[in-house]
């Protein structure tokens, strides 16, 4: 499956579903910035964004919730690695309160993986940060150096949800 998104205005990307009525978009703000997203087997719709391919994913995407995107960085030799890694890890998050969905993708054009989760709160997340589960699923993590396949420092984005029903 292949995910699209792009960054921009809320004022601006609103407008998007009127032209595309047949795409199921996700709205997430972070800070002033709105993100759309959506996934399927079309052609990218956006004239600036990002395609990405699903490595794996459980859970279906809400309307409401919280999201969090891990930026991965990752190199070409290390790319087979670095799946292999997450498809092991990822059932010790699914059974954790308030997880929605899972997502780890891959980009279709440079090296930026994106490891995303939804949550039906922010607290949630939380809770899962300080888990026993997330401590295992990261046990090699923390602040050593990163493994050789990460070309650079991985980095967060959160956003929550926004309900375009409510808002019309």
Known sequence: MNVFMTKGTFDFLKHIPEKHP?????????????????EGET?????????????????????N???????IPVAD???????DKFK???????????????????????NIYVVMTQWASESD??????????????KDGGDVKPPAYFLDRPFVTNYDMIDMDEIE
């Open 125 to 138: 997340f939380e809770n899962w940060k300080h888990s026993d589960q997330f401590k295992q699923a990261h």
């Open 65 to 71: 919730g919280y999201v969090v995107m891990n930026n």
């Open 88 to 110: 092991q890890r990822q059932q010790s998050v699914e059974s954790m309160p308030g997880f929605q969905a899972f997502r780890l993708l891959r980009p279709k054009k440079g």
């Open 77 to 83: 030799d290390g790319m087979a690695t670095f799946e």
């Open 43 to 63: 052609k990218n719709i956006f004239a600036s964004g990002k395609g990405y391919e699903t490595v794996t994913q459980s859970g279906m995407l809400q309307k």
């Open 22 to 38: 047949n795409i199921d978009f996700f709205f997430m703000r972070e800070n002033t910035s709105t993100l759309i997203y959506y």
